[in-house]
Each structure stands twice: as structure tokens, then as C-alpha cells.
């Protein structure tokens, strides 16, 4: 079973940034898909990035052109660079994975996660 631990959270100001890493206990980034999560206070958790094992990417809307998701196999990690934060980008940030896109969005199907990061963006 892999391990995940997600860090890099922190409190910013709106416009801010901060860069999340999903660090893996094995190396599996080259061969399972990657979903970085989010879930804010009363809210359903959703999925704001993946990338493949191909490289890959792909966004929610509500992200597209601010997050950026990308990987270090040699580190074993998947990162999520945040520019441009707003207050409604404030939430737990989880990482997760599985062998497919598509497996990622169904998000009821995972059996654990990770303890998660928080995010905050106020001023």
C-alpha cells in the first residue's frame, strides 16, 4: 500500500501563491494517475488537477490558467504550484491516485486519504 503525505499549505494573502507537494512512500507517479483535491468548510470534496502518467494535465475551470500540476519521478513527488490565490481557493488540499483519469473523478470510490493541507487565503 502507498503512503501520501501532502504539505505546503500555509495562510496568503489573495494574489499570493504557495506550492503544495504530494510525497509518495514508493515511487508509483510513473504509473498511476494523480488528483490533487480539495474540500472547503460545508462543501463536497472536488477534484482541481490531475496529471497522468503520460504527463498529462488537465484543470477544473475554476483553476485553469492559475494551478499548474506537474511531478518528479526521481522525487517521488506530484506537486500543485497555486499563483493568483483567491479566497475561495481556501480549503483542505488532499492528493490521491489511481491507475486512470477517469477513476480519479469518481471520488466516493477511494477507501483512505491522506491527512491533507490546509490552504487559507484571506487578507
Known amino acids: 500500500q502507498v503512503h501520501l503525505v501532502e504539505s505546503g499549505g500555509g495562510t496568503v494573502q489573495p494574489g499570493g501563491s504557495l506550492r503544495l507537494s504530494c510525497a509518495a512512500s514508493?515511487?508509483?507517479?510513473?504509473?498511476?494517475?494523480t488528483g490533487w483535491y480539495r474540500q472547503a468548510p460545508g462543501k463536497q470534496r472536488e477534484l482541481v488537477a490531475t496529471?497522468?502518467?503520460?504527463?498529462?494535465?488537465d484543470y477544473v475551470d475554476s483553476v485553469k490558467g492559475r494551478f499548474t500540476i506537474s511531478r518528479d519521478n526521481a522525487k517521488s513527488t506530484v506537486y500543485l504550484q497555486m499563483n493568483s490565490l483567491k479566497p475561495e481557493d481556501t480549503a483542505v488540499y488532499y492528493c490521491?491516485?489511481?491507475?486512470?483519469?477517469?477513476?480519479?473523478?469518481?471520488?466516493?470510490?477511494?477507501?483512505?486519504w491522506g491527512q491533507g493541507t490546509q490552504v487559507t487565503v484571506s487578507s
Open positions: 496529471i497522468t502518467s503520460g504527463d498529462s494535465t
Open positions: 490521491n491516485v489511481r491507475l486512470t483519469r477517469e477513476r480519479l473523478r469518481d471520488i466516493s470510490g477511494f477507501g483512505s
Open positions: 514508493r515511487n508509483i507517479f510513473s504509473v498511476y494517475a
